[in-house]
């Protein structure tokens, strides 16, 4: 096994860090119903020592190879070839910390604001983290389906059992959408599977090549499953009503992991499995992405609902990160995923935000605040934080992210670079727009005695605050973890291309010579 | 020694009086009568067949058939009763709960 | 010891402080970390300039901030001649006003969070002075931007002072975006964004065309003007110059500071950094020079009927602002510095000594002024002097430096040089005119308030009018750093800048000079005359003119109507595209219409196939009946 990197701690990391949720969650499922504090708690100490478990990744990670790290391989289902097998390299390392971090977070934000159920609804937040995880963690299609699938399950109770007005659509949708798309890519893993002998193996699969009409099927065929999670536009209407509709531990994980997943996909899977297709597919993906920016942005400004705004918004950034993905050079894909990890932070932050405001007036319309920065000053200086990151000015981690998109997109095609950059403009009119109209100007009668922010509210924005900050102003200390696996994705990719134009020309000269 | 067609023709024309049976009435017992006719008709081929294949397996199924047979006829007999109870008929054409 | 770092540091440290303890501890003290913080930055900045006079200039890295594959970018300070003055500007002028908002901010309730932002101003402005690469530049430039939308809408309560901060931020966007570009554009072709390596391989890109949207254009011209759009952005050029009259409505010693003395300078100062690019593109300096020239005349006239005192001193600093860009244009950059050191002073005089005013008006009328002389000497005295400077009287700070502008205008020798050189000439009339008009409405004649008002009358505390005398001094001081040679001085500014902006190759015999001089002095003393005329001897004159020529005064009072056509044309059609064509049609029409048509046209098809399901037992019956005896007979014929 030289192709990748044991784990060497004296545990096994990514087991640990995937099952010992289900632990959590298997704890408080044989607990009484009543005991709710017991509950939280369970739930609270769980996902903290997951992400205490998980910080070995971050110290222990070797920045200087591109192989797999922390792998765990054991035979599963040995007559399939099917086998445990898990890893983590530069591109997932952080979605996995940034997995764990969001959890703790959502059991903080829910701690007083989910009355009925409770029991079923830590077991579902603890069972989505742990598929989340081992999302990003599987080097095994098999596994890697069971757990894309398995995180549908919770977010759809989560969504459905405890949202808002209209949560049955919007839930049934969701999981529709997704489910669509999730049955195509696993045609297109059973495809894979067939062609290349009977392995699940994601590693080995990236080894072999295939034909470039194949891969152009295959593309599609993932792109279907990867698109509606980014969203890319034109898929992207199951995300606003999910949004809104979801409690607010449902939006932050929706924002800050679940739509990551597809984003994950395009790098793990479309872009090494099928390098000649994506080449070809790049201009396709450049506009829907630029579309998707620009499009999200206006829309945002015509939205009367908070969540509804801030899920709109997720479009025109998730947009950013496909065109990174895309411009298919360093900064373009160090950028993409920086943005990813970035627009986890933000927009969960900002969906946490609304989440305490709406525990006390119970309301998501814009036009019901107004003059909130009297009444809350705090709580008014956090949401700024997260505005001016999420409109990507310097010093917070947005600014990194655009930028380095924006030049990526920029190198790739200068016209998608000058549209791209036309989304920061619309940014910063819509977040500033909304942020007047819910923090400035004339207090609204309904806003007046509110209270600030308690201790429980501040300790939950406090660690996202400070990595805004953290990846604003050094942000190294996360490039870092991409160069090696950056590098050595483009490299394939790049390579793919320039042997797709030699077999383009190898066959006009056949057909010439014929 | 009976030829193994007469044994077929016999196992046929049972079949037939069942199936014939099972469309034409619309009592829900002599349905299941015409069920019961069925299997055995299909048991007398079983076991015409095991005999004349010199092979066992065909009894051994036909004994299984038997026994599904008596268990299928106690629990179709039991849902008859319960529906009697809650419809008062007998008459599979009054029963349409299974309309889509 | 690296003592410079601390320049900008301090601030971002009083900044913290503020923020964290302003609200709770320090409250009314909330100034002291502020104002010790810029105070303190100001004595390095000396020291500094001191270091630089004796030629130490300072580029380092600090740390490595970006690295992604080619791409690698630093935070790291660049100490040289032109940052030295900007530095002394900044901390100069800022330290004042910080003492002058003491008294200015008293007993407001967001008290802490003024000076906190004061703070975080200075830092980013610092940051944006001593970047030594375009992206701490960038840094800087959005960091101001952002003050500036804090400080703005200040008073957040008033729907006007919140509409002001956004449009002042979105605005700022649009220049920003094409900055963005430009410095996306520098690092394609240089493949590093860091000064000093752009500059000194500029020259070997002359010629080089680039293919941008579908247009060849020449690279470094394409350069030049990204960067000049995020210029003309922040420095409140036309046609981006919309968001400074409106930014008035933040509190006056904010529009001194950011508005007037620094951050607005902070697009010429960026233009007399990039001189190496912008000089070798003939095309970008025309623009440059054109865009300043155009500016400075539109806000010069506008500037005449506005009755607001604060929007007055703003449209003059468009004007002053478009003769800075003038100055760059024809290849003066160190006329251009020197007449950005020379406005922050006399603006920032005229800016806080409105403020005097208004402090003790409370309003901004000078139609509701009058004959305020006599309760605010001091005040009009500053004022006084600030008028004469920024009209270009000689022998004060203004006249140095504007004549220097017109005279590099002139000796240029090229058709652009002409041309701006005539704008300038009348701008020239203007400058005097509109100045005086608002002293002689403010100051002289009788009060046109209320009684009430009038009571309430009184000259500011010391506060404020001590920072307002040192100012004053500034600006009559502050040009003798460059007099001319032509008037016997030493010109010792230009040559200070030189090593980094260069030495501009004029041609003009002294007699020129003394011509040039002395016809936009007597223009510049024309205007004062007919505005002392308007204005305090035939006060009927102006009324009848506005009357006469009513169609001129309605366009000069609506400033043109360019607001109006921005709503209509962006702001509006935005809008309407946002809220009835995306969120109406094509997301709740097309994309959900498929996405819930399909489910439908689904339910409607299964709807249609259960009739299948009778319920009647002999129909299924029947079915299993046909059903095995076409299997039996598929098997029996066909296979």
Known sequence: ?514 | MVPLSWYMLLSLAVFTIGVFGFLTRRNIILMFMSIELMLNAVNINLIAISHYMQDLRGQILALFIIAVAAAEAAIGLAIVIALFRNKATAHVDEVQELKG | MKLYVLIPFLPLAAFIINILLGKEVLRNKAHWPSCLAIIGSFIISVITLFDVINGRVINEDLYTWIISGKFQVSIGFLVDQLTAVMLIVVTCVGSLIHIYSIGYMHGDKGYYRFFAYMSLFVFFMLMLVMANNFLLLYVGWEGVGLCSYFLIGFWYEKRAAADAGKKAFIVNRFGDFGFALGIFMIFLTFGTIHYAPVFSEVKNFVGHTVNFLGFEVDLITLIALLLFCGAVGKSAQIPLHVWLPDAMEGPTPVSALIHAATMVTAGVFMVARCNAIFSLSPDAMIVVAIVGAITSLLAATIACVQNDIKRIIAYSTLSHLGMMFIACGVGAYAAGVFHLYTHAFFKALLFLAAGSVIHAVVHNDIQRMGGLKKYMPITYAVMFIGALSAGGIPGLAGFFSKDEIIWSAFASHSEVGKFVWIMLTAVAFFTPFYSFRMIFLTFHGKFRGTHHEEHHLHESPNVMTIPLMILAAGAIAAGWAGIPSVLGGGAHFAHFLEPVVGHPEFHGTHAQEFGVMGLSTTIALIGLVIAFVFYIRKTDIPVMLARKFKFFYVVLFNKYFVDELYNLIIIKPTFWIARKFLVGFTDAKIIEGIVNGVPKAIGVFSNKLRRVHTGIVHHYGIFMAAGAFFIILYVLLWR
């Open chain 1, 1 to 514: 096994m030289e192709q990748v990197i044991m784990n060497q701690l004296s545990y096994p990391i990514l087991t640990t860090v995937i099952f010992l949720p289900v632990l959590g969650a298997l704890l408080i499922l044989i607990s009484r119903r009543s005991w709710e504090l017991w509950i939280k708690w369970v739930a609270l100490i769980t996902s903290i020592s997951t992400l205490i478990l998980a910080l070995p990744l971050f110290t222990e990670f070797d920045k200087t190879t591109y192989k797999m790290q922390f792998v765990e391989k054991h035979s599963w289902i040995p007559e399939w070839n099917i086998n445990y097998y898990l890893g983590v390299d530069g591109i997932s390392i952080l979605l996995v910390l940034l997995s764990a971090l969001t959890a703790i977070l959502c059991v903080m934000i829910s701690w007083y604001s989910i009355k009925t159920k409770v029991k079923e609804f830590y077991i579902s937040i603890l069972l989505t983290t742990a598929a989340m995880i081992g999302v990003f963690c599987s080097l095994d299609f098999f596994l890697f389906y069971i757990f894309w699938e398995a995180m549908l399950i919770p977010m759809f109770l989560i969504i459905g059992v405890w949202g808002g007005p209209n949560r049955i659509y919007a839930a049934i949708k969701f999981f529709l959408y997704t489910l669509v798309g999730s049955v195509l890519m696993l045609v297109g893993i059973i495809v894979l599977y067939l062609y290349s002998g009977r392995t699940f193996d994601i590693l080995e699969l990236m080894t072999k090549s295939y034909p470039y009409s194949m891969q152009l099927w295959l593309f599609w065929a993932f792109f279907a499953a990867f698109a509606v999670k980014v969203p890319m536009w034109p898929v992207h209407t199951w995300l606003p009503d999910a949004h809104t509709e979801a409690p607010t531990a449902g939006s932050v994980i929706l924002a800050a992991i679940l739509i990551k997943m597809g984003a994950y996909g395009f790098l793990r899977f479309s872009l090494p499995l099928f390098p000649e297709a994506s080449k070809a597919m790049t201009p396709v993906m450049l506009i829907l992405s630029v579309i998707a920016i620009i499009y999200g942005a206006v829309i945002c400004l015509g939205q009367t609902d908070l969540k509804r705004l801030i899920a709109y918004s997720s479009v025109s950034h998730m947009g950013f990160v496909t065109l990174g993905i895309f411009a298919l050079n360093s900064q373009g894909v160090e950028g993409g995923i920086l943005q990813m990890v970035n627009h986890g932070v933000v927009t969960g932050a900002l969906f946490l935000s609304v989440g305490i405001v709406y525990d006390r007036t119970h309301s998501r319309q814009i036009a019901d605040y107004g003059g909130l920065s009297t009444h809350m000053p705090i709580y008014a200086a956090f949401f700024m934080v997260f505005t001016l990151a999420s409109v990507g000015f310097p010093g917070t981690n947005g600014f990194i992210g655009e930028f380095l998109v924006l030049l990526g997109g920029f190198t790739a095609n200068k016209l998608i670079g000058v549209l791209a950059a036309t989304g920061v403009i619309l940014g910063a009119a819509y977040m500033l727009w909304l942020y007047q109209r819910v923090f400035f100007m004339a207090v609204n009668p309904k806003v007046v005695g509110l209270p600030d922010m308690d201790i429980r509210e501040t300790l939950t924005l406090v660690p996202l605050i400070v990595l805004v900050f953290w990846i604003g102003v050094y942000p190294n200390s996360f490039l870092s973890f991409m160069h090696a696996s950056v590098e050595h994705l483009l490299e394939r990719v790049n390579m793919a291309g320039s042997l797709q134009e030699a077999n383009i020309a190898k066959t006009i000269m056949e057909g010439v010579i014929r």
